[in-house]
């Protein structure tokens, strides 16, 4: 009797052992899964996002009889539609470690665009940059005044017509601009609905994208060794940090080669 105790005893511990060992290995391998992000920024702020209308598209709201304009804190001046940053957070990891490798949002609660023709009137705000892959900027749909959508794909962003960086130290910004902003086919089936028409198309180029933001924004903790730069204003770790995760940003998969572009310079 007495060893048939033991044995259920030892059988046991050997037991709880391995599960132990197995979650301590298992433990082990999910934290070398991760690892640390080039960049971290908590607590985004500032400035603006701000859009080019494209003539084409303006042309065609307008045979369509449909007037754009602006809501909430946006503004719409010299043919660009601009919208306030109110907050959001971008990590960036290298290249290949970890897929989306760049993860977060921009945030622009509060402003958006109007569409309006007759009695008809859609209202498209509290627009969201979502880095992953693909690139897309999601916000709220309202018709008729009632929400019809708290959170749907509204355009997609292309940044292989990225502009390089240009930063003004005096000011304190960072100014990217190029991407390419085009209309999700599903936001231009359901606004085709709204409007009784078929002219609206997925693909549509919108305009091109301006993205200013602040250098020093927000909490923004940075690996040992910093952010490989290609020198000049965008020397300091800082603000390289912060271009990098805004770049990325806008620039979605594309960003992807132009990383691997200036590593291989540096390596050159």
Do not use: C, W
């Not at 046991?12 to 060992?21: D, E």
């Not at 470690?97 to 977060?104: A, E, F, R, S």
């Not at 240009?166 to 000011?171: F, G, K, L, T």
């Amino acid at each position: 009797m007495m060893r048939s105790v033991r044995r259920v005893v030892g059988m046991a511990t050997i037991g709880l052992v391995a599960a132990a060992v197995t979650g301590l290995g298992a433990g082990v391998a999910n934290a070398q899964e991760t690892p640390p992000p080039v960049a971290t920024i908590t607590n985004l702020t500032g400035q603006s996002t701000s859009v080019k209308l494209d003539s084409g598209f303006v042309e065609a709201l307008g045979s369509l009889g449909v007037a754009p304009g602006p809501s909430g804190n946006a503004k719409i001046a010299d043919g660009s539609a601009s919208f306030p940053i109110t907050g959001g957070n971008v990590t960036v990891y290298k290249p290949g470690d970890v897929n989306p490798y760049v993860q977060g949002s921009i945030k622009h609660e509060g402003s958006g665009l109007t569409l309006t023709k007759g009695d008809t009137k859609v209202t498209l705000d509290n627009f969201v940059i979502d880095p992953g892959d693909p690139a897309i900027l999601t916000g709220r749909v309202s018709a008729g005044g009632k929400v019809v959508a708290e959170s749907t794909t509204l355009f997609d962003l292309n940044g292989s017509t990225l502009k390089p960086i240009s930063v003004d130290s005096s000011a304190g910004t960072a100014t990217l601009t190029g991407t390419t902003v085009t209309l999700n086919s599903g936001a231009a089936e359901a606004l085709n609905g709204a409007f009784s028409t078929d002219a609206l198309k997925g693909g549509t180029v919108i305009g091109i994208a301006t993205i200013v933001v602040n250098t020093k924004s927000g909490d923004m903790p940075m690996p040992s060794g910093g952010v490989e730069t290609g020198g000049g204003s965008t020397s300091g770790i800082e603000d390289s940090g912060l271009i990098v995760a805004g770049g990325v940003l806008l620039l979605g998969a594309a960003g992807a080669v132009a990383v691997s572009r200036r590593r291989a310079g540096s390596r050159s």
